[in-house]
């Protein structure tokens, strides 16, 4: 019976801790520097997404797995994004009508599609 | 026990396998995809709890980098290479799994409880010294101050995530305890080890969500604190 895998030493497991090793005390002394707001964050989220890349594709051993169980894993992740994604475009994009178009803009929006109010005095004067 | 099993039932199908497989590479497949669908829902959980800390980080920044700073990153790295010498003593486990060396299972099963262990008295001496600074939402929260409700929400964000990643550690060394017998007693063979390997899926999952948790929660001030 085929052991894939099965027959390999413990040596690049060691290898794989010890980057992971490397990898933490780099995002410690990175985040000690202060490069500007989104900076920090995105050399955080890099670092910690090698770190996990590493863990899932050796000690999950998904290097060697089945395309199948390939395909699951980045579909998860996937998945994932799109939570992420389709969430954020809704919260993140509430302040966009009272910044464009001033703070009472979504209360004050007609939704009706008749005819506007002569009285309303708000910033949309262009639609 | 697989072993009676195979003595009593004289078929022909080999030990630790299914009748329903067809082969050891078939059940190992069908058991592995299992894992990896429990862990996506797992991704998707611990994914709102993200998503949480996204949109309230980016209403009340400036509170989230005084919260963080109330944090101490030393004991936060030191937990991060305690989980990921767990992993590496996981690994351990399952690649002597592989190779059929059942004290080598047994060892690398109880390295990686002692260092979960290790983990989770570290959270308790942090919890508590939380509870001390009046720093626990719900429960003590004093903050004097401006930005103290975005402090409140970073902290309840704080207990949610790292309450929620130490459950599934508590779940994972009782699970692990339970391991402990079979390893020692040969239950699991080179051909069928798939528990051992599908529980070492889980517990580097749970390392993963902690790479993250860490920098995102205690190394959020380090930058502002050393000028």
């Given at each position: 019976m085929a052991q894939p895998g099965g027959n390999h030493s413990l040596m690049p497991y060691a290898g794989v801790l010890a980057a992971l090793f490397v990898l933490t005390v780099l995002t410690v002394a990175v985040a000690r520097v202060d490069f500007g707001h989104p900076t920090n964050d995105i050399i955080a989220l890099a670092i910690a997404g090698t770190?996990?890349?590493?863990?899932?594709?050796?000690?999950?051993?998904?290097?060697?797995?089945?395309?199948?169980?390939?395909?699951?894993?980045?579909?998860?992740?996937?998945?994932?994004?799109?939570?992420?994604?389709?969430?954020l475009v809704d919260t993140m994009s509430r302040n966009f009508a009272a910044e464009r178009f001033g703070p009472t803009a979504i209360e004050n929006a007609d939704l009706s599609g008749g005819p506007r109010p002569a009285d309303d005095h708000g910033g949309d004067a262009h639609h | 026990m697989s072993h009676a099993h195979a003595a009593s039932a004289e078929d022909h199908h080999p030990p630790g396998l299914a009748h329903h497989f067809e082969s050891y590479e078939q059940q190992k497949e069908s058991s592995f995809l299992g894992m990896w669908a429990f862990l996506a829902q797992e991704l998707m959980f611990f994914g709102g709890l993200f998503t949480c800390y996204i949109i309230y980080r980016s209403m009340h920044g400036d509170a989230f980098l005084l919260g963080s700073a109330e944090l101490d990153w030393r004991i936060g790295a030191f937990n991060t290479a305690v989980l990921l010498g767990s992993s590496f003593t996981m690994v351990v486990a399952v690649w002597a799994a592989q190779i059929g060396k059942p004290k080598a299972i047994f060892w690398g099963l109880i390295g990686t409880i002692v260092l979960g262990g290790v983990f989770l008295g570290v959270k308790v001496i942090e919890y508590a010294s939380k509870y001390e600074h009046h720093l626990i939402p719900g429960l003590n929260f004093e903050w004097t101050g401006p930005p103290a409700s975005g402090i409140e929400i970073f902290f309840a964000l704080y207990f949610a995530m790292t309450g929620m990643h130490a459950l599934h550690m508590i779940i994972g060394m009782v699970i692990m305890l339970f391991m402990l017998k079979p390893a020692l007693n040969g239950h699991w063979t080179p051909q069928n080890h798939n528990f051992v390997e599908g529980f070492g899926l889980y517990w580097h999952f749970v390392d993963i969500v902690w790479i993250f948790l860490f920098p995102f929660l205690y190394l959020l001030n380090t930058g502002a604190a050393a000028h």
């Open positions: 770190k996990a890349t590493l863990v899932v594709l050796f000690f999950m051993h998904v290097y060697e797995s089945s395309r199948l169980i390939k395909v699951s894993v980045v579909a998860s992740v996937v998945c994932l994004i799109c939570l992420f994604f389709f969430i | -």
